[in-house]
């Protein structure tokens, strides 16, 4: 819900952290606010069905450190 009320109704240039929104940066803003949040979240899919265009985030690359 509090994501969804910082995008709500806004001009999106005008959020922090989305200054140019591109559906990518969108997608990442959303991870980077739900990741800690929402257990087992695996990607973030957003879409703008109008144009056909449409984006998918499944978080960061793993370090390779954390596999090590």
Same mark, same amino acid.
């Given at each position: 819900a509090e994501a969804q009320d910082a995008l709500d109704h806004r001009l999106l240039n005008e959020?922090?952290?989305l200054e140019a929104p591109t559906l990518e940066r969108i997608a990442i803003w959303?991870?980077?606010r739900l990741q800690n949040r929402?257990?087992?979240l695996a990607e +973030?899919? +957003?879409a703008r069905?109008?144009?056909g265009e449409g984006a998918i985030y499944n978080g960061p690359?793993?370090?390779r450190l954390a596999a090590e």
């Open positions: 959020v922090e952290g959303l991870w980077n929402v257990p087992g +973030i899919e +957003i069905d109008s144009c690359a793993p370090s």
